[in-house]
């Protein structure tokens, strides 16, 4: 039981300890805070249910100061209403698995699981336990929402839930509650239209807070939002990091998105400015495993909520996501044909690049 309190999170959800001298330095100023949030989570917990109904500000604050590990499993089902879902629910996710499936989205799911945390000791374990949970919820889920199916991405997002909850059931009903609740509509879908619109309004919003970087190309932006946003920073962010994100994209919503994205420009603003080239410019928005300021979850959070820069209020969002018929811009008037053909070209351009 010593042994387990003093696992660090990497170590819970199955991932190596980077052994370098900013992590290092982390961990060790790190402790005391995370040690001081579980005691007030502690008691917390004891006077609310973190249900949906239970949002006030006080557990928006507490959210955004990072859920202790051991409560996530709890409070990510709890504030999503993925418990209530599966509750309501008895027996359909082991109905959808005996359902007659398409073989080509087989084939693809059994593909993409092979790709998926390799470097994770649960997914690389010889038992092969976590990979099969994964199988039977990508496998389900293409079942419940037909018109969806399977796509290329759900992998890493499936199977970070399955990190953090552990129980088979449990990351399924948590799993369509994100993809059909929390993100837009057709995020994941084959045409993906509502992640090419968060992309574009991704590069709006940054020209209007940093336009002095905004003289990149849509295919370039494109190049660094899409691997962002289609993974919810899965592989892209250290997982501490990552998992503190995820606290606050499961109880606030899909805005926490663009707020990290800026949050990283604001960091990277000046790298960005001062590129050249198309390899100069994907080299200033990557490699945030090492640095500290990413790195140190606390302080990046504290960028995200609190500088001005990364501030976005939902009339923003939807004045950019719904804009007047008379004011139509390149958002709206970008055949579908051509978005499709860029969110290829992206996904084989990131692949090649990462």
Same mark, same amino acid.
């Given at each position: 039981m010593k042994h387990e309190r003093r696992q660090k999170i990497e170590e819970k959800v199955g991932f190596e300890i980077p052994r370098t001298e900013v992590h290092r330095q982390f961990e060790k100023s790190y402790k005391a805070v995370r040690e001081r949030r579980l005691k007030r989570w502690d008691d917390l917990l004891k006077f609310y249910r973190m249900t949906p109904e239970d949002?006030? +500000?006080?557990?928006?604050?507490? %959210?955004?100061?990072? $859920? +202790?590990? #051991?409560? !996530? +499993?709890?409070?990510? %089902?709890? $504030?999503t209403n993925a418990q209530t879902r599966m509750n309501n629910s008895i027996g359909l996710y082991k109905n959808l698995l005996t359902k007659e499936k398409d073989v080509k989205i087989l084939e693809q799911i059994e593909l993409d699981i092979s790709r998926t945390f390799p470097d994770n000791r649960f997914f690389r374990d010889d038992s092969k336990q976590d990979k099969k949970k994964l199988y039977n919820i990508l496998v389900a889920y293409s079942e419940y929402n037909k018109g969806v199916g399977y796509c290329q991405g759900m992998n890493y997002v499936a199977g970070l839930i399955i990190l953090v909850l552990r129980d088979e059931e449990k990351s399924f009903w948590l799993l369509v509650c994100l993809l059909n609740e929390i993100l837009p509509e057709s995020y994941f879908s084959k045409t993906m239209e509502g992640l090419l619109t968060d992309c574009d309004i991704l590069k709006q919003l940054i020209v209007n807070r940093f336009p002095d970087v905004g003289e990149h190309d849509q295919d370039q932006w494109n190049l660094v939002s899409v691997k962002w946003l289609v993974c919810l920073y899965i592989d892209v962010l250290p997982i501490q990091t990552? @998992?503190?994100?995820?606290?606050? *994209? *499961?109880?606030?919503?899909? #805005? $926490?998105?663009? !707020?990290? &994205? @800026?949050?990283?420009?604001?960091? !990277? /603003?000046?790298?960005?400015?001062? /590129? #050249? =080239?198309?390899p100069d410019f994907v080299d &200033? *928005? =990557?490699?945030?495993?090492?640095?500290? !300021?990413v790195v140190n979850c606390h302080h990046f959070m504290s960028i995200v909520f609190d500088e001005k820069f990364s501030k976005l209020s939902q009339e923003e969002l939807d004045e950019l996501r719904n804009p007047d018929k008379n004011n139509n811009d390149d958002l709206q008037t970008k055949p579908k044909r051509a978005k499709s053909i860029l969110i290829h070209q992206c996904a084989t351009r990131v692949k090649a690049l990462s």
């Open positions: 949002k006030t +500000p006080k557990i928006k604050r507490f %959210m955004r100061k990072g $859920v +202790p590990h #051991k409560y !996530r +499993p709890y409070v990510w %089902m709890t $504030v990552t @998992l503190r994100i995820w606290d606050c *994209l *499961l109880y606030e919503g899909h #805005k $926490v998105i663009f !707020r990290v &994205a @800026l949050a990283l420009f604001g960091i !990277r /603003s000046e790298r960005v400015r001062d /590129s #050249k =080239n198309l &200033a *928005l =990557n490699h945030f495993h090492q640095d500290k !300021r």
